[in-house]
């Protein structure tokens, strides 16, 4: 049996080699995905099976079950797949890029910044009674604006004739620090109340998603996403080094400005929505590097399928196994994805 | 690096000592409660029992030696964790040490009402200890033993799964976030000297030991292959400074709370100024990380009259724009 298969597209303009294991790691993944959104959307106060799921996906079932389903259930699923995307995705661009296993989007501030604008925001529009005094629609603008601010401050410091990806790690575990300390000051001297809400969007859920945000989120992401695996290649020659990669003809600086911007604007969407949700951005990447190597080609597309799954099934736990409480999502990402990670370390041990 | 000769690099420690115990003096006389150096002195002296006195004896003194001995010891913690992962973005924090303080603290808070800080060192320090332990042996499975890279994961690992369960205690129980947030945010004050003292033999030991295998440090960096090559038996000496870097960032975690940033700036500010030699960088990271620490706390007592700052954000505040600097220059030039 080939290992490789080998495709060629546009009369041999383009081509690609295809790893089989790859593949099927990549059909699974699909499949669990799928299977994931179904069982979440059947799931809940109302149970309803997954054959009347997808009934109400074409356009079938009662009025009562189409209702759960796409005003209360679809949504905060979508968004919640989204989210798992975008973060496993810039996360696996950014540890490429910085050749650090430890990068992700909370190590080099972004999450951070998203956090004390978030907090800094509650802060500024509530009135004594904790009322917000304008709509809470403004946050994720806010949460978006704090993390491309932070983003750039970032780039801006580490930018001496070009960015080296140390330097720009340091200066963002710097800058990352500096934006956690001001949450937690802000917090502490805020009420208490103040201090709860921002401590649940900091630890990231998708409770009370809507239409709206699905309707920003998902063309955004794809958008990106469509960006990011173009850019994939690229990823793979600045994991050889800033030497060999200017040796083989990449303009190093600008596909690692180009890079860090897609993985920003990636987290930007995603924390806007979802607060910042951990662990996917560190770990998803690792899992699929686990799964099917460290070409980036099957590394993205099998990280970004397991952060779908991870954000998704956080979110259908934290909905279902205190109900009627609901715990935020970010609450679960770790606690079901790091045994699983230990796992997968155990099992590749001897590699 | 700064220090080239080692005449200069005595000379600097002396400095540096100097300075700490400057600063010490300094986080004695200033503060809230106006109080002069005389008084500082005659305290010590000639106690009269007056109110400025039992403030200096019973808090100024504990808070000024808690913030030497915590920042100094993760500082060295710092160093050494970097060392043992080859990762210069390796703290404690990173290795589940802070989280799994944290979420022992947490769990005695809202599991077993237990709200007294003196307790709070004990169970902090068991679960720093009990975090770093399974960080430790999940990196060692395997054929070849310790990698840096697989502890690196392992400690990112488990320090996400005790961050967000942390996080999920506080979210349902918001109670005891009220409790434990000042706590999370990491502190020197309000403790008293037995906290101290509780500690100090696993930190004094964490400090002589890791003065002890600095010159070993040295060729571990050099890469396992050339550490074994030249004889040394480096499973050991990883699980030695295993072992330090516990006693050290987990009784620094059970004094203090967590405090981040300190455990990783300070080793690079460190080898900015003397090299990479661990026979130097080790004690100049003490003194630094005790200076840096002890600066964080005075500022914090001013910065919002009469109430207090966080030490864990001033430490961020003051150490992040030097930090930048660092890091524009270039490291090991």
């Known amino acids: 049996m080939k290992k490789y298969y080998n495709m060629r597209l546009f009369g041999e303009k383009v081509s690609f080699l295809i790893d089989r294991r790859a593949l099927m790691v990549f059909l699974i993944l699909t499949a669990s995905v799928a299977g994931v959104f179904i069982i979440s959307t059947g799931t809940g106060e109302m149970k309803i099976s997954p054959l009347k799921v997808l009934q109400v996906f074409f356009g079938g079932g009662s009025d009562m079950e189409r209702l759960v389903i796409q005003s209360f259930r679809l949504p905060r699923i979508i968004v919640a797949l989204m989210v798992g995307i975008a973060l496993a995705v810039a996360g696996g661009i950014l540890q490429g890029m910085i050749r650090n296993p430890l990068a992700s989007p909370d190590i080099i501030g972004i999450t951070g910044g998203a956090s004390v604008a978030v907090v800094g925001f509650l802060a500024l529009f509530s009135d004594e009674n904790n009322a917000l005094t304008v709509s809470i629609n403004w946050m994720p603008l806010a949460a978006f604006a704090g993390a491309a601010i932070v983003a750039f401050l970032v780039y801006f410091l580490a930018y001496k004739d070009g960015v080296s990806p140390i330097r720009l790690v340091l200066i963002g575990i710097g800058i990352a620090s500096l934006m956690k300390a001001l949450t937690t000051l802000m917090m502490v001297f805020g009420p208490i109340y103040q201090a709860s809400q921002a401590n649940i969007w900091i630890t990231g859920t998708v409770y009370g998603s809507n239409w709206g945000n699905v309707a920003i989120l998902v063309p955004w992401t794809l958008i990106l996403l469509i960006v990011a695996f173009i850019l994939a290649r690229n990823v793979n020659i600045q994991e050889l080094g800033d030497d060999i990669a200017t040796g083989v003809g990449s303009t190093v600086q600008k596909y690692r400005f180009l890079l860090l911007m897609v993985s920003t604007a990636l987290i930007g969407g995603a924390v806007a929505f979802a607060g910042g949700i951990g662990f996917v951005g560190l770990m998803a990447p690792h899992m699929a590097r686990r799964l099917v190597g460290s070409a980036f080609g099957a590394l993205l597309p099998a990280s970004a399928l397991i952060g779908g799954i991870l954000v998704m099934a956080a979110d259908l736990i934290g909905r279902t196994l205190f109900s009627p409480l609901e715990i935020p999502a970010g609450v679960f990402t770790a606690s079901i994805g790091a045994p699983y990670f230990i796992y997968l370390l155990f099992r590749t041990r001897n590699t | ?333």
């Open chain 2, 1 to 333: 690096m700064l220090l080239k000769t080692n005449s200069l690099r005595w000379a600097g420690l002396f400095l540096a000592l100097l300075l700490l115990l400057v600063l010490m003096s300094f986080s004695i006389v200033y503060g809230y409660t106006d109080t002069t150096w005389k008084m500082a002195i005659d305290a010590f002296t000639q106690f009269d029992g007056s109110n400025e006195h039992i403030i200096i004896q019973s808090v100024r003194l504990p808070r000024a030696l808690i913030a030497a001995a915590v920042g100094a010891s993760l500082a060295i913690a710092g160093v050494l964790l970097q060392t043992l992962t080859k990762n210069p973005l390796a703290a404690p924090e990173i290795f589940g040490i802070n989280a799994g303080a944290g979420f022992a603290v947490v769990i005695a808070v809202s599991l077993f009402s237990i709200s007294n800080l003196q307790f709070f060192t004990w169970v902090s320090f068991l679960g720093a200890a009990v975090s770093f332990i399974f960080v430790y042996i999940i990196g060692s499975i395997g054929r070849e033993g310790l990698t840096p890279m697989k502890l690196t994961l392992a400690g990112a690992a488990m320090s996400a799964m005790f961050a967000s369960m942390t996080q999920g205690f506080l979210v349902i129980n918001e109670t005891a976030l009220e409790q434990v947030l000042f706590w999370l945010a990491g502190s020197v004050s309000g403790r008293k000297l037995e906290t101290l003292t509780a500690v100090l033999p696993y930190l004094a030991a964490g400090w002589i030991f890791s003065l002890l295998i600095a010159g070993k440090m040295n060729v571990l960096s050099m890469g396992e292959d050339v550490a074994k090559g030249l004889g040394l038996k480096t499973g050991m000496l990883k699980l030695g400074a295993g072992i330090i870097i516990v006693l050290l960032s987990g009784g620094a975690v059970a004094v203090a709370g967590p405090i981040g940033f300190l455990g990783i700036v300070i080793p690079h500010l460190t080898r900015a100024v003397v090299g990479i030699d661990h026979r130097w960088v080790i004690p100049f990271a003490g003194l630094l990380g005790g200076m840096l620490l002890l600066v964080a706390d005075i500022a914090a007592r001013y910065i919002i009259m009469p109430q207090e700052v966080p030490v864990g954000v001033m430490t961020a505040v003051i150490g992040t724009p030097f930090f930048v600097y660092i890091a524009r220059r270039g490291f090991n030039q």
